[in-house]
């Protein structure tokens, strides 16, 4: 499975950007997908993750009620709807693809990463 995320750019504090990802080589419709993100000297962060189905979501508390992450089985991708956003939220988000729904680390699949930058 090959991942690549787009969508990412500058936005001032309070708006929104809503980032998508797109797989090939293998249909996800059985893959749980998620988004991560990195920001300079840390470890990378979980954010969301969604069941094949699209019917369970999982979000870190960071992005809870700011976040939302959906999916579109016929076209291969996931997107995050990123809303309310931060200063603290800038950093290069990637989505993630694993047979298994879980929170957290770790994810079989990975995208090139987008990079968010969120002005104050």
């Known amino acids: 499975v090959q991942l690549q995320a787009y969508g990412g750019g500058l936005v001032q504090a309070g708006g929104s950007l809503r980032l998508s990802c797109a797989a090939s080589g293998r249909a996800l419709s059985t893959y749980a997908l998620g988004w991560f993100r990195q920001a300079p000297g840390k470890e990378r962060e979980y954010i969301a993750t969604v069941s094949w189905t699209d019917t369970t979501q999982y979000y870190a508390d960071s992005v809870k009620g700011r976040f939302t992450i959906s999916r579109d089985n016929a076209k291969n991708t996931v997107a995050l709807q990123m809303d309310s956003l931060k200063p603290e939220d800038t950093a290069v988000y990637y989505c993630?693809?694993?047979?298994?729904?879980?929170?957290?680390?770790?994810?079989?699949?990975w995208g090139q990463g987008t990079q968010v930058t969120v002005s104050s």
């Open positions: 993630a693809a694993d047979p298994t729904l879980k929170v957290g680390l770790p994810m079989k699949f």
